[in-house]
């Protein structure tokens, strides 16, 4: 596996891929999530390559970007054991050179959701993924479903910009207990670790009222809002049924919608969601 | 010379050029200015490339967008005359397509010039020099110098989002009276066209007077003023010394700075500079 920190290095290396690529965008601290991710890489192209890059122009406060876990060794052995090919692992000063001042940004799709609540958030999500899609030229790009407003953005800016890349979306891995995986979990106590189970539990609500006929988005929501409550550890941050793409808010439902949530839990924020009328 | 509408064409006939490719981005409307880039990038490239694209985005009135000139036909027949391997005429909805909502953003470099005067233009110009370079992964890209703003613009896009692409600029190509080339020349009447040498006549006297040592900005642009001043069909919207490559304010000047101004003449507004003390 080869590793590399600059641009220059990854251009070079890059360039001497003769097959189809896969790319699996990441910030490192990984976790059974990502590595579903990096196993779908490796059955459907060639080559396979990673980023590890904690991107500063996502998070909206330093604290949190701070507190982001990191273990940069521990990544790189895993991903050397489900043979990736390569890894970009870049310094800020090299993802943000001196002066730096381009952002790329889709506009309606990110103004609900975590983009709504996060200022700034899915523009540094995007103008990254955008610079990776530019640095990597991968045929394919993963990202789990975990993070479904990222995933219809992306697929979004790879549309309107023109992006030769494949858009991968893979399923949520989940705990036993159905907590999603997160490199967040890592934060949560022990106490604060079993009230997390409340966002699954929210939405396996929603779900089986959704499968019994449940049409209602307003009662759906109501259903999951009901059952975070009975969690005194937890704070709804919002609670939403929205159209599967265009993320809009419905009152009346298709056969298909997302139900998404996202929970404070103490100091960490969670986020899950659930296609629901998925076959 | 092949000539491609759609993106997939596109992208397959990028695909059998095996050598380095330069890239001539243009609005159409052809004249002398855009022939001496595609000769640049003739002499410097196995394969050149061309896009002919009026870019709604970048135009802030409905006004300015229609009474733009056009003549695919004419263009096509000069970019074969120059020996162009491959043109893009794209429609509107193949680059702009249902639903679009991604733009890319330069900040700071576009506050001023014609970027501050016209809000949206130059998101227009980054967005869609984004997608060419995505669309047609170019070696080189060939900008002329009479869009000063528009080349910073696109260096700073180019390092930040790191596309591995060279910006060439190319000297601004005159009349022999001094007016630079530009499509809207074609608008003018016979008495504009003759006031409309007032641009040049008033960088003109600017590069003298920095010659012959002023180093006061506010002094340079009182001059270029008075110059504007004495053409009644000519009305300043703004003049400017700056910094070359930040496009900052200056007072103190150094060895090099930019003059720029932009003039109405009727409801044409045309724009030239002249880079002082360049050796």
Tied chains: 1, 2.
Excluded at 79 to 95: C, F, I, K
Aim: glycine share 6%.
């Amino acid at each position: 596996m080869k590793i590399v920190k600059t641009l220059l290095e990854l251009r070079s290396a890059r360039a001497t891929f003769t097959g189809s690529l896969g790319l699996v965008p990441t910030m490192g601290y990984l976790h059974r999530g990502h590595l579903s991710l990096v196993q779908s890489a490796r059955a459907e192209n060639e080559f396979v390559a990673a980023s590890i890059f904690v991107n500063p122009a996502q998070f909206e406060s330093v604290d949190d970007l701070d507190d982001y876990p990191r273990d940069l060794e521990r990544d790189l052995d895993l991903l050397d054991t489900h043979n990736v090919d390569l890894v970009w692992a870049p310094d800020r000063s090299e993802m943000y050179p001196h002066g730096y001042q381009t952002y790329v940004t889709v506009n309606q799709l990110t103004s609900g959701l975590e983009g709504g609540r996060r200022p700034g958030h899915m523009r540094g999500v995007t103008t990254i993924v955008s610079k990776l899609l530019i640095a990597f030229r991968p045929d394919r790009a993963y990202f789990g479903q975990k993070d479904a407003q990222q995933v219809c953005v992306v697929r979004r800016l790879v549309a309107d910009l023109g992006f030769p890349v494949e858009v991968v979306t893979c399923p949520t891995v989940r705990e036993s207990d159905g907590l999603a995986l997160s490199s967040r979990n890592a934060r949560l106590s022990v106490d604060q670790r079993q009230a997390s189970t409340v966002l699954f539990r929210a939405l396996s609500a929603a779900s089986v009222a959704f499968a019994e006929g449940q049409r209602d988005g307003d009662k759906l929501c109501g259903l999951m809002s009901d059952v975070v409550a009975t969690e005194p550890l937890a704070d709804a941050r919002y609670i939403a049924i929205t159209e599967v793409e265009t993320l809009q808010d419905l009152r009346q439902l298709p056969e298909q919608v997302l139900a998404s949530l996202a929970v404070c839990i103490g100091q960490v924020v969670l986020i899950d969601n659930m296609v629901l009328g998925e076959t």
